[in-house]
C-alpha cells in the first residue's frame, strides 16, 4: 500500500536550518508530484510548495528559505529549510499529488525555538 514517512524534524534555534524527508513505497515515485504542507498550532494546514516528477519546483511559503528537491532513486523527497523563524514551527507534511493529493505521511514536528 502507499505510504509516506516523514523524517529529520525536531528543534532547532531561530536562524537554523533542518532538512525533511519524506520516504516514499508502494507506488512508483517517479511518476508523481508532491507536495510538502505544514500546520501550525490553531491554523490550518498550508501549503509550502510542490515539486513535478521532473523535479521543477513551486514555492508558496518561505520566502526563498526553503528548497524542495527529490530523489527518484531514493524514492525520497526532500524538505530544505535555512534561516528558521519561530512561525515556521508547526507539523510538516509531505503528500503524493500535483494536482490534488490523495495520500499524506503523518507528518514530522519541527520547533524552532532558543
Known amino acids: 500500500q502507499v505510504q509516506l514517512v516523514e523524517s529529520g524534524g525536531g528543534l532547532v534555534q531561530p536562524g537554523g536550518s533542518l532538512r525533511l524527508s519524506c520516504a516514499a513505497s508502494?507506488?512508483?515515485?517517479?511518476?508523481?508530484?508532491m507536495r510538502w504542507y505544514r500546520q501550525a498550532p490553531g491554523k490550518e494546514r498550508e501549503l509550502v510548495g510542490r515539486?513535478?516528477?521532473?523535479?521543477?519546483t513551486t514555492n508558496y511559503i518561505g520566502g526563498g528559505r526553503f528548497t524542495i528537491s527529490r530523489d527518484n532513486a531514493k524514492n525520497t523527497l526532500y524538505l530544505q529549510m535555512n534561516s528558521l523563524k519561530p512561525e515556521d514551527t508547526a507539523v510538516y507534511y509531505c503528500?503524493?499529488?500535483?494536482?490534488?493529493?490523495?495520500?499524506w505521511g503523518q507528518g514530522t514536528q519541527v520547533t524552532v525555538s532558543s
Open positions: 503528500s503524493r499529488g500535483w494536482v490534488n493529493p490523495d495520500y
Open positions: 508502494g507506488f512508483t515515485f517517479a511518476n508523481y508530484g
Open positions: 515539486i513535478t516528477t521532473a523535479g521543477s
